[in-house]
């Protein structure tokens, strides 16, 4: 939907700030943290206190927001311990 894109929009064409962004995606407070999953199933406990992910952002579309969303739960996962998982 329009709230992927909303504040980048905002970014672009009122403050005239212009892509690629550097954006980052963290969670703090996860260390011992497991991830729940389907049918009762948790991944971990991750072994680390954050999980951030900084990357750039070189579009204003969903697309491209949602990859950077799946990339940082890929890597969010992965700490968790589930290596090997497939970003689609």
Do not use: C
């Amino acid at each position: 939907g329009p709230y992927r894109t909303d504040t980048l929009k905002f970014a672009s064409e009122r403050l005239q700030l212009y892509a690629p962004w550097t954006v980052e995606l963290g969670v703090t407070k996860t260390n011992g943290v497991k991830i729940a999953m389907a049918q009762q199933e948790f991944w971990g406990p991750i072994r680390k206190p954050e999980l951030v992910h900084r990357t750039a952002l070189n579009a204003v579309n969903g697309d491209a927001v949602d990859k950077l969303l799946m990339d940082f739960f890929a890597m969010s996962t992965m700490r968790a311990g589930m290596h090997g998982l497939r970003v689609l």
